[in-house]
């Protein structure tokens, strides 16, 4: 069975020889690698057939060591665990609402994680550099203001954090990081 969908978006990379990717494999997860070219990254899936593929939200000028932060994207993590289905998608939408109207920002992605929930993804310049402090502001903004109790606050503030590579399987549930809202200013 493949890692990869035909549905692999790759166009959100900013430089990604910049990027951190990691492989969960049978032997173990392989963190810090770096690929120069898209093609070089869908290759070397190709080849070694991981189980699961995570990019970093981070740009570093040296990825394999995790050196030199440049930036990070904003990454909403919203969680399943214990809720209403319904009403976490509801949430999802709303985070992605929110980013987009109360906040102006103008790359906002919403996407089924694959696992047991959904990613919403700002790749706008002007968030790149807030620190782990000022996300956590908009994480309790959304929290307070409209009632966003799925988030999961610590992955979402983590300006380190992986995330799973959209249009790959999930290992666990079978299913893949799909791309499901996309809003780019217009």
């Known amino acids: 069975m493949s890692s990869l969908s035909k549905e692999l978006f790759l166009c959100d990379f900013k430089d990604i020889k910049h990027r ?15 690929f120069c070219s898209v093609e070089e990254l869908v290759g070397y899936i190709e080849r070694n057939q991981p189980l699961d593929c ?13 050196e030199g932060w440049l930036g990070s994207d904003l990454l909403f993590d919203i969680d399943i665990s214990g809720g209403d ?5 509801n949430e999802a939408l709303c985070v992605f609402d929110v ?13 089924a994680s694959g696992s047991k929930g959904y990613h919403v993804l700002v790749f706008d310049d002007v968030i790149q550099r ?3 402090g000022d996300r956590r ?11 966003v109790v799925h988030i999961d606050a610590p992955s979402s503030c983590d300006i380190h954090r992986l995330r799973r590579l959209e249009g790959t399987r999930n290992s666990k549930s079978g299913l893949f990081c799909k791309r499901l809202k996309t809003y780019n200013g217009e």
């Open 85 to 89: 289905v319904r009403r976490v998608y």
């Open 54 to 66: 995570y990019v970093s939200i981070a740009r570093y000028s040296n990825p394999k060591s995790m």
């Open 130 to 132: 807030m620190s782990s």
């Open 99 to 111: 980013l987009r109207d109360d906040f102006g920002l103008d790359y906002v992605v919403l996407n």
């Open 20 to 34: 951190e990717f990691g492989f969960n494999f049978k032997s173990g997860f392989v963190r810090k690698k770096q």
């Open 137 to 147: 502001e908009v994480v309790d903004y959304l929290m307070v203001k409209y009632d």
